[in-house]
């Protein structure tokens, strides 16, 4: 008869399958943050003063043509596929 044995695992070796938060990404102590330099300051500054665009001055048919084009050629195709299961339905 073969012997029977447990597979018994490490508690904190597997990362696979961590029991916590912190088995898994370990005790990680913040950074210091990096030092500004004038490009990143300069940046920041261009996007704040940079107007936000809302979802009423988006024309939506020109950023989403393709999408419209797509949805147009599925419904077409649906639509003659659907005909054509009633017309065969009818004539088998």
């Known amino acids: 008869m073969a012997k029977q044995t447990k597979s018994r695992r490490q508690a904190g070796k ?3 399958q961590p029991r916590s938060y912190s088995e898994l990404y370990g005790n990680r ?5 990096a030092p500004t330099t004038a490009a990143t300051s300069t940046r920041r500054k261009a996007e704040e003063t940079a107007p936000k ?4 001055t ?5 950023e989403y ?3 419209f084009g797509d949805i147009r050629q599925l419904l077409i195709i649906s639509a003659a596929l659907f005909a054509l299961m009633v017309v065969l339905g009818f004539v088998l």
């Not at 988006?58 to 020109?62: A, K, N, P």
């Open 29 to 33: 102590t913040p950074s210091a943050p």
């Open 14 to 16: 597997s990362k696979a």
């Open 58 to 62: 988006v024309d939506w048919s020109t």
């Open 53 to 56: 665009r809302g979802s009423d």
């Open 65 to 67: 043509a393709q999408v």
